[in-house]
């Protein structure tokens, strides 16, 4: 039974094709700022082809083409790489609504309490955004330990981490709302809509399922609260795996499959092939999803640039249009490139 929706989410879309212009742009080495999504199978396929993943600006040399991953990067690392040279910033936006939100309560006075992962690369690069009005929060026992705050009568306002579990936050919002009555939260949930809907296509499935198989990899976010949501949800089996050759042989009934926002859908397809379910594949479908984030305004002007050029060279007709350089974007699946990418 496969979960719908699962796989790549618009975000994860955007910096894929993303960092394939930017391999087709520059000569090797394409630098990028920590993994560029949390996939090892994703990571793997770029660096084949010259990608180096650093975790470190500094590492960069100077003039180095440099792509700033979907996760968010602190403010001085953001600085300190347009310092240095060509700069692409793959952000997720719903990840800069984030960073736009702490950085305004803070400018008003709030303290902000931030649900999220410690040393997990967005939570680090938004937290970095107001260190000083910043608390991390990630268990009742953090929220417990706010005393002063509620007793000093600051302005308190509460942001997330997008890729948490449903359930994880809204436990933690609840406490939080308990122990500061006037606590500020956005009109609209900082969680990603990707990552929520995913969560709720595996909750219904796993209801019905003898075992559950996540695709992704463990330092995936929002795949661990996938792996959480199933078994929070009863199943009586839940696995984790990179991919189809982690399953195990001995798993019968119904099984719900689903994948990490992060993981390809060929790696789905490959655990289908695995598994070779002799009652057939059922889709179990909670919603459509057909959000498009665009590239980042950096590549379409490095694009645009490179089109010109190429008119200037009479380069042939089909070559990159000056006016409009991505604009076969939307219709283009991150799958589709990598598996371009694989022939290259």
Known sequence: MLAEPRGFCAGVEKAIKALAWMVRIFEPPVYCYHEIVHNRYVVEQFRAQGVIFVDDVAEVPEGAPLMLSAHGSAPEVVAAARARGVVVDAVCPLVTKVHHELKV?????????????????????????????VRLIETDADVDALDSLAAAGTPVALLAQTTLSHDEWRHLMERAKARFPELWMPNRSDLCFATTNRQAALKHAARSADAVVVIGSS????????????????????????????LPDDLSGTVAVTAGASAPESLVAEVIERLAPKAGVVVDSVTTEDEYFP??????????GLAVTLEVLNAPADALDAADPVAGDRSLSAATVLSELATR
């Open 295 to 304: 590239p980042p305004p950096e590549l379409r002007e490095l694009l645009r």
């Open 105 to 133: 309560r803070s400018e008003k006075g709030y303290t902000v309490l931030y649900v999220g992962h410690a040393g997990h690369e967005e939570a680090v690069g938004t937290m970095a955004v107001a260190p000083a009005a």
């Open 219 to 246: 330092n995936s976010s929002n795949t661990v609260a996938l792996a959480a949501v199933a078994s929070a949800s009863g199943c009586p089996r839940v696995l984790r795996i990179n991919e189809a050759a982690e």
